[in-house]
C-alpha cells in the first residue's frame, strides 16, 4: 500500500514544526523515503530518541511553547536550515490558515491541507454551518459566543439558549482542540463564570476565546473517521476509531475500529466525513468527530451527531496505520507533493483490531495535576504487535512549558480481547519512575474494567474513579511486602541502610523517610545484592547500571526479583541520587513504589502537632505554572470548596480550593507570577 503512485518528485530536507513523539514520527517517515529532516533542540546534544532520526538539528536558546507557536520564527528556522518543505504534526501551527499560507509564500512546501481547507474548520461555529449545508446530523447548538468583548450580551444569548435546551450544557473553544476550553455546565449559577475560564484557557492556548455552546449529551461516545484527501478530489474513508476513555476531556485510550457500531451507523459517518471533506475541497489526511448517543442499541441504526474536524494528524494516528497497513505520514508528504492515491484505496477494510495508550506524566489523585519534575527511568518493552512513540529520552525531564503526554503505547491483534491483553502485559511491565503518571489507570482500563468487554461512555472515567481508586488500594496492599523488600535492596545497594521502615506503601504517593547513609553512595557497580526486610521477604538484584551523570545529579536503573507468592516477581528499580537526597523507585507489575531518601537532620523534628499545625496555616500550588487568576483578598472569610486562585500549566487551568473554612490573612502572589509545586500563595489567619 506505501508505493509509489507516479513520478511526483517528493521533497528533500524536511523541517519539522514541532517536538516530542510527534517529531520522532514524522522523522521516522521521512527518513524511510530517504528525506532529510531537521528540528529544534535547546540542548547542547540532541534528546536521545531523535539523534537517530533527525539529521539535523538547529540549537535555539530555549523550547518554548511561544517559540513553536511563532509562525515567522517557524519559517526562519526551515529557511536557514535549507528546508524545502514544513511538517507542523500536531498542536501548536498544525492548524493555522495563517502558517500554511506564509509556509507556501515563502516557497516551501505545506505538508498539510490548504489554508482554505484549514480555515473553513478552524472555527467549530462554521464549521457546524457548512457541516448543516453538507448534510451532516448536527446537535444543537449556539455558535461565536464571545464573552470578554461583549458579556452582557454573552449573558443574554446563553441564558436563552439554556431556557431552550435545558441543561447540561457543554461549553468550548471555537478555536482548537483537545480538550482546552471546554467546560459542562450543570445550572445557570455556574453559566458565567464557567464560559469564562473556557474563553481565558481557549486565548491561552489557541489565540482566540470565542466559543460554542451545545446541548450536552448525557451518554454520549466519541466516534472519529479518519479520512484521507488528495488534490484531484478524490476523498477516502480509512476506518473509524473510538475515543470515548477521556478525562478532562481528553482521550487516553483510542481503538480502531469503533466497537459495537452498527454497520449501517458506521456506513452513514463514513459518508458524512466524506461528504464534508469534499465540499470544503480538502485535501491531505484530516479526522471528522462525532458523538454518538450510547444509550442507542448497535442493533439498530444510532443517531450520532457532528463534532468537529481536525485538520491535520491526530494523536491517536496509529491505531488506524495498524489495521489498515497505511503510513499515514507517507501519504500526507507524498499528497503534499501532487501524488495522488490509487482508486484500491476505496476497498481498503480493516484487519485485527489495535489499541493506543496515551502516558501522561500526571497525579490521577490529584484530579490528574500535571507532574512535572525528573524521570530517573524509562524503559519500554518490545514484544510481537506492539509499538512505541515515545519523547522521553532513558532518563530525562518532563518540563511545565509543554503538555504532560510523554509518550504512547500502541498494541495490535488479530481480535480486540487480545490486543487489550498485550496493552495490559505491556503496561506491566514498563517503567517510568517519575513522581506521578497514569499506569496504574490505563492498567486497570485496559485489564479490568467494564471497558474490556463493552463500548463506554465518555463519562465512564469519571463514573468510574472510586471503583478505580478501590483496586489500586488493594493491588497495592497486596504487593505492599514485596516492595518494601526491594526498596530495602535497592536502599541497600546504593549505600544508604533505614533507620526505620515505611509504615505502608499503599496511597500511591512517596513515602518520606529519614535515612543514615552508611558509605559513600554508588559505589563500584554490583552484579548482585539483597538486604534483609522486616518482611521477611527476599529480594535480589541482578544488574545495574550508571545510566546518567552530572556535577550533581546520578542516576542508577536495573532489574531485580523477588521471591512472593510462592514464584519469582521481576522488577525494574531506579535511584537517583541529587547531593545528598535518593530516590528511589520500584515497578512492581505496574504499580511504582517510591521512597525519598535524605540526610539524617542535626535539627530535631518537630512534634506531629505542631507540623500539622504549621502546614494548616499555609495554602500551596498543587502545580507548578503561572497565575492566572486571583479569586479571594485579604481578610476574606471563605467556606470550604471556595476558589482562591486559578494556576495555568502546561497549556491547562488549575482551579485551587480551599479545603476549609476560615479567614485569609494574606495573598502572597500575584497574577503572572511563576509558582513552584508546593510554595506557598496564601495564608489562613491563625
Excluded at 599 to 618: C, D, F, M, N, Y
Aim: hydrophobic share 40%; net charge neutral.
Amino acid at each position: 500500500m506505501n508505493s509509489r503512485q507516479n513520478n511526483t518528485e517528493l521533497c528533500k530536507r524536511l523541517f519539522i514544526a514541532n517536538r516530542g513523539e510527534i517529531a520522532r514520527r514524522i522523522a521516522l517517515t521521512a527518513q524511510r523515503l530517504g528525506i532529510e529532516t531537521v528540528a529544534l533542540t535547546d540542548r547542547v546534544t540532541p534528546p536521545a530518541y531523535l539523534a537517530d532520526v533527525i539529521t539535523h538539528f538547529h540549537q535555539v536558546p530555549e523550547e518554548t511553547t511561544a517559540l513553536y507557536l511563532n509562525a515567522a520564527e517557524m519559517i526562519k528556522f526551515a529557511k536557514l536550515c535549507e528546508c524545502d518543505a514544513v511538517h507542523p504534526g500536531f498542536g501548536f501551527l498544525s492548524e493555522n490558515a495563517e502558517f500554511a499560507d506564509a509556509v507556501t509564500h515563502a516557497g516551501l512546501i505545506w505538508v498539510g491541507p490548504t489554508a482554505s481547507g484549514i480555515r473553513a474548520m478552524a472555527s467549530k461555529a462554521a464549521a457546524r454551518t457548512l457541516a448543516i449545508k453538507a448534510k451532516v446530523p448536527c446537535i444543537e447548538g449556539l455558535d461565536g459566543i464571545d464573552v470578554d468583548h461583549d458579556p452582557e450580551l454573552a449573558v443574554t444569548q446563553l441564558r436563552k439558549f439554556a431556557k431552550t435546551t435545558g441543561f447540561p450544557l457543554l461549553i468550548k473553544a471555537a478555536f482548537g482542540g483537545g480538550g482546552k476550553g471546554m467546560r459542562i455546565v450543570h445550572d445557570e449559577a455556574a453559566l458565567l463564570e464557567q464560559s469564562h475560564r473556557a474563553a481565558s484557557e481557549a486565548k491561552s492556548s489557541f489565540g482566540n476565546g470565542l466559543l460554542v455552546v451545545e446541548r450536552y449529551l448525557e451518554s454520549p461516545r466519541h466516534v472519529e473517521v479518519q479520512i484521507l484527501a488528495d488534490k484531484s478530489g478524490q476523498v477516502f474513508a480509512i476506518g473509524d476509531r473510538d475515543c470515548s476513555l477521556q478525562r478532562r476531556h481528553q482521550k487516553i485510550i483510542e481503538e480502531a475500529p469503533a466497537p459495537g457500531l452498527n454497520e449501517t451507523t458506521r456506513t452513514a459517518m463514513h459518508t458524512a466525513a466524506i461528504g464534508l471533506a469534499k465540499s470544503v475541497g480538502y485535501d491531505s489526511a484530516g479526522t471528522v468527530e462525532f458523538l454518538v448517543d450510547g444509550n442507542a442499541p448497535a442493533t439498530s441504526p444510532q443517531p450520532f451527531y457532528f463534532l468537529e474536524m481536525n485538520t491535520r494528524l491526530q494523536v491517536e494516528h496509529p491505531v488506524s496505520e495498524e489495521v489498515f497497513g497505511l503510513d499515514l505520514v507517507e501519504w500526507q508528504l507524498r499528497i503534499a507533493c501532487g501524488d495522488t492515491m490509487p482508486p484500491s484505496f476505496v476497498k481498503l477494510a480493516p484487519r485485527g483490531h489495535s489499541v493506543e495508550a496515551r502516558i501522561y506524566a500526571e497525579d490521577v489523585h490529584k484530579n490528574f495535576f500535571p507532574a512535572p519534575g525528573p524521570v530517573s527511568a524509562f524503559i519500554t518493552p518490545n514484544s510481537p504487535g506492539i509499538r512505541w512513540e515515545t519523547g522521553l529520552d532513558t532518563v530525562d525531564e518532563v518540563t511545565t512549558r509543554f503538555d504532560p503526554m510523554v509518550a504512547k503505547l500502541v498494541a495490535t491483534a488479530e481480535s480486540r480481547e487480545v490486543a487489550l491483553a498485550r496493552l495490559t502485559q505491556t503496561l506491566k511491565a514498563m517503567f517510568l519512575a517519575n513522581t506521578a503518571n497514569n499506569i496504574s489507570l490505563l492498567t486497570w482500563l485496559a485489564g479490568i474494567s467494564k471497558f474490556r468487554h463493552k463500548p463506554v461512555s465518555t463519562h465512564f472515567i469519571a463514573d468510574n474513579m472510586a471503583e478505580f481508586l478501590s483496586w489500586e488500594k488493594s493491588e497495592r496492599v497486596r504487593l505492599e511486602p514485596a516492595a518494601t523488600a526491594a526498596l530495602d535492596a535497592v536502599a541497600f545497594s546504593t549505600g544508604a541502610t533505614a533507620q526505620r521502615m515505611p509504615s505502608h506503601l499503599s496511597d500511591g504517593r512517596s513515602d518520606s523517610l529519614t535515612m543514615q547513609l552508611t558509605r559513600a553512595a554508588f559505589g563500584s557497580r554490583l552484579l548482585a545484592a539483597s538486604a534483609p526486610s522486616d518482611h521477611k521477604v527476599p529480594a535480589h538484584l541482578h544488574h545495574e547500571k550508571i545510566s546518567a551523570q552530572d556535577g550533581t545529579t546520578t542516576t542508577r536503573m536495573g532489574l531485580g526479583s523477588v521471591r512472593f507468592e510462592g514464584h519469582q516477581l521481576p522488577f525494574h528499580f531506579a535511584a537517583r541520587r541529587c547531593g545528598g537526597d535518593r530516590s528511589l523507585f520500584v515497578n512492581l507489575s505496574g504499580q511504582n513504589f517510591i521512597r525519598e531518601i535524605a540526610k539524617i537532620s542535626l535539627v530535631a523534628p518537630a512534634s506531629k502537632g505542631s507540623a500539622k499545625q504549621a502546614t494548616s496555616l499555609q495554602v500551596s500550588a498543587p502545580v507548578p505554572g503561572k497565575i492566572v487568576a486571583i479569586k479571594v483578598t485579604a481578610g476574606a472569610e471563605v467556606e470550604e470548596g471556595t476558589p482562591v486562585l486559578v494556576i495555568e500549566s502546561m497549556k491547562m487551568e488549575f482551579e485551587v480550593k480551599s479545603q476549609r473554612h476560615g479567614r485569609i490573612e494574606s495573598v502572597d502572589v500575584t497574577v503572572g507570577e511563576q509558582v513552584s509545586a508546593g510554595q506557598t500563595v496564601a495564608r489562613w489567619s491563625p
